[in-house]
């Protein structure tokens, strides 16, 4: 009996131990290309994150939280990821909630242009790869991905497992949280010449699958009582624009009607911003450094006259967030 329960013992260590390999492993050849964005919700003080950021890159290159706290002394983290559609966000919201409960949910809306469950399998990595296990990513990846295709985001490792051949000392370095989930972008371009924001009661058919999962979000949202605000950053548009970008953005005001959720289109919130779309875009799609401020600025004026959220500067315990 004695021998069995020895045996038994060091076959449990060795998969313990197996397991822990694995798991570092799989750490230090994962592509951290992205890893920023994710990375505060589980390194930050949460009980001190009063304001959770989330979307896709138009959101995570448009509202920096050291500008919220500068500002306004509001304490946020920025846990939008690039090329993430809102099917993938409902999982990723799922997740945020599991660590915190915010007293607000800002989420940029912009991805109900595009119909799919999910964009490239690149930016379905920068979400999954970092997103702890659990329920939330185990969803995710069994509702969102066919049969085949579970595997490599189950394992990552098995899309990474040659990357030991690209690895330098930022693979084994600590994820770098300073921006608090945001990325600032220091390029600038130039609309095409013509662009214009079109009418704000300009619609077009959002796409019905984004609907469906921003549908799941509100009814989240409700049930974890989390308020939530939708919002869209400033964009411009490709030439040959065949989502209809602006105006599907547009039909979300009768959808967050409908649903009895704030919406705030910043298409047209630029003038009080003082956005000039010839300097403060990074490329046709994201605002730069300089669009990052006007914005930030503008929606900390907007979210202190419209929410209940302490000012936490001065605050002896939130010295860290002046750092």
């Keep these: 009996m004695r021998v069995k329960i020895h045996s038994a013992l060091r076959t449990i260590a060795f998969i313990l131990l197996f397991a822990a390999l694995f798991r570092c492993v799989s750490w230090v050849l994962r592509d951290k290309q992205y890893a920023f964005a994710c990375a505060p919700l589980y390194k930050e003080n949460l009980e001190q994150v009063d304001l959770f950021l989330m979307g ?3 959101m995570l290159n448009g509202v920096s939280p ?3 706290w500068r500002e306004q002394g509001i304490t946020s983290l920025n846990l939008a990821q690039n090329g993430q559609v809102l099917p993938v966000t409902y999982y990723a919201v799922q997740e945020a909630f599991r660590y915190q409960k915010p007293k607000l949910l800002v989420l940029d809306i912009y991805k109900v242009v595009q119909d799919s469950l999910t964009d490239s399998s690149a930016s379905l990595h920068f979400t999954l790869d970092n997103m702890a296990f659990g329920l939330p990513k185990l969803r995710a990846i069994f509702d969102l991905l066919p ?6 985001y189950l394992f990552p490792i098995i899309l990474y497992h040659t990357r030991w051949k690209e690895l330098d000392k930022q693979d084994f370095s600590p994820i770098d949280t300073s921006e608090k989930g945001a990325q600032t972008l220091f390029t600038a371009a130039k609309p ?3 662009w214009e924001i079109i ?8 796409a019905q699958v984004e609907i469906d999962y921003l549908q799941k979000i509100v009814d989240l949202c409700r049930a974890e009582q989390v308020d939530l605000l939708f919002v869209a950053l400033p964009f411009t548009t490709p030439e040959d624009d065949d989502l209809h970008r602006q105006a599907a953005v547009n039909s979300m005001n009768a959808y967050a009607q409908e649903w009895g959720i704030p919406f705030v289109n910043m298409m047209y919130r630029t003038e009080e911003m003082g956005l000039d779309f010839s300097t403060d875009m990074a490329d046709t799609y994201h605002l730069n450094q300089q669009g990052m401020e006007k914005a930030s ?3 900390g004026q907007y979210l202190a006259g419209q929410y209940a959220l302490t000012d936490h500067r001065g605050d002896p315990a939130y010295q860290a967030w002046d750092t």
């Design 56 to 58: 896709s890159s138009h």
């Design 66 to 68: 050291a500008i919220l």
């Design 192 to 194: 095409y010449e013509g």
């Design 199 to 206: 009418p704000e009661d300009e619609t077009f058919p959002p």
């Design 147 to 152: 049969p085949e295709e579970r595997a490599e």
């Design 297 to 299: 600025v503008w929606l």
